[in-house]
């Protein structure tokens, strides 16, 4: 299934096992070294500290939300190593900047395609300062640090919806 990562973001978690809702999706964290889905943040209650779902513990993603199989795959950040990294480091891939290679920018992510086959980003949607949308490939990423890099910036579209125009 193609789905962004917007659409993602406070869509329920839910445990199989307790046969109900566990918390919310707060954050997707991904591995800036290849794009791959690491997990989740999730948000599961106001007073309590957001706990992490590894990707690898999603047995089904749906547009209405993430299922696990146990509530106990929700654990402190601290047990997903790669992840705490990720998280550490503050790396949100949502707004963060883009440019070329050779340093014109092309604006900020504002939504991410994800492949829940492969667990991994596809597709990085930007928009610059002027309103002006373009859709790159995750092949044309050169490096991902505080900002993402690509090769060049071709592939713009028109400014109407991803779901209309790429995911079709």
Known sequence: MIIEATKLIGLP?????????????????????DGQILGFLVATGFFSPDQ???????????????????EENLVDVSEIVRMK???DKNINFLEMSAETASGKSLGQVEDLVIDTDTSSV?????????????VLTSDKVVKIDKKIIFMDDEGE???????ETQMA
């Open 52 to 70: 992490a779902l590894s990707a690898m513990d999603i047995k089904y993603w749906d547009k209405n939300g993430l299922v696990t199989g146990y």
């Open 122 to 134: 596809v597709k990085y949607c930007l928009r610059d300062m002027l309103g002006k949308s373009r």
């Open 157 to 163: 579209i028109p400014s109407s919806s991803v779901t």
């Open 13 to 33: 978690v839910a445990a199989e096992d307790a046969l109900s809702r566990v918390g919310a999706v707060k954050q997707i964290v991904i591995d800036p070294e």
């Open 85 to 87: 990294a990720v998280v």
